[in-house]
């Protein structure tokens, strides 16, 4: 299976900005909503973001700093980031959903991409 590949990451300062990029070469995403999740360490993947049509969805701790969007003639997911704070370093990862349910369940996404660190520290 075709997975997404994310990029992007990398080390910032608090209140740094950074944007991260998802795509996937030979498969299109344009028919799915997708998703944003990211994992500090530990098992549990946190949602983040997600897209759906015109449609975004945010966690709350998130809302108001980060933008999701994407470039259907790319073939890409966005997700910029900005006042960035220590609490979102996290490895970041996107996805297709795939499945019912709430957007903000990583049970519903699928073919996950192997992620890109977020490093926010001083």
């Known amino acids: 299976q075709v997975r997404p590949v994310e990029s992007g990451g990398g080390l910032v300062q608090p209140g740094g900005s950074l944007r991260l990029s998802c795509t996937a070469s030979g498969r299109t995403f344009s028919g799915y909503a997708m998703g944003w999740f990211r994992r500090a360490p530990g098992p549990e993947r946190e949602f983040v973001a997600a897209?759906?049509?015109?449609?975004?969805y945010y966690a709350d701790s998130v809302k108001g700093r980060f933008a999701i969007s994407r470039n259907n003639a790319q073939n890409t997911i966005y997700l910029q980031m900005n006042s960035l704070k220590p609490e979102d370093t996290a490895v970041y990862y996107c996805?297709?959903?795939?499945?019912?349910?709430?957007?903000?369940?990583?049970?519903?996404?699928?073919?996950w991409g192997p992620g890109t660190q977020v490093t926010v520290s001083s």
């Open positions: 897209i759906s049509g015109g449609a975004t």
């Open positions: 996805a297709p959903k795939v499945a019912s349910g709430s957007y903000h369940m990583p049970s519903a996404y699928n073919y």
